[in-house]
């Protein structure tokens, strides 16, 4: 039995340990924000925290989060990601929306690490956030947005 915490709550599961992170999160609890892009950690569409780092949950096993804190699309909070998701709508940066929920988690974590980035910084954070719509120029401004609203 594998035990981790999924947004703040205990979860379990009992199945092969080399699991994807990604599957037991969408399948096992049933927690379907956090979506499947590529499958090989390449565009960013499965992005969670875990213990608040960003993580690639196709790419990760369920047993390398034992004992250890998840946070998924649905669970994120806090000033930056009440910062971020603001911002979001401010600037209405979503397009077909498929890969928002990992751009928002990678945001998140680049807020809570660098609390004023550069553009720079929010490249180096969103490089392995593919967005197909091509949004980026709007990520960034919603991310510049987030950080003087944090701020404030």
């Given at each position: 039995m594998i035990s981790f915490k999924l947004n703040g709550k205990s979860a379990q599961f009992d199945g092969d340990p080399d699991t994807p992170l990604l599957w037991v999160i969408r399948d096992n609890q049933k927690r379907t924000g956090t979506k499947y892009g590529c499958g090989i950690a390449q565009c960013g569409a499965c992005t969670v925290h875990v213990n608040g780092m960003s993580q690639r949950s196709c790419v990760t096993s369920i047993s390398s989060v034992q004992?250890?804190?998840?946070?998924?699309?649905?669970?994120?909070?806090?000033?930056?990601?009440?910062?971020?998701?603001?911002?979001?709508?401010?600037?209405?940066?979503?397009?077909?929306?498929?890969?928002?929920?990992?751009?928002?988690?990678?945001?998140?974590?680049?807020?809570?690490?660098?609390?004023?980035?550069?553009?720079?910084?929010?490249?180096?954070?969103?490089?392995?956030?593919?967005?197909?719509?091509?949004?980026?120029?709007?990520?960034?401004?919603?991310?510049?947005?987030?950080a003087k609203n944090v701020e404030a």
């Open positions: 004992g250890n804190e998840v946070t998924t699309i649905e669970g994120v909070n806090g000033k930056e990601a009440e910062a971020i998701q603001s911002a979001w709508m401010d600037i209405d940066v979503p397009q077909c929306g498929y890969c928002q929920s990992g751009q928002v988690m990678s945001a998140v974590a680049l807020l809570k690490q660098i609390k004023q980035p550069t553009d720079k910084d929010i490249d180096g954070a969103m490089v392995g956030n593919v967005c197909r719509c091509a949004t980026y120029q709007r990520i960034r401004q919603a991310i510049h947005q987030a």
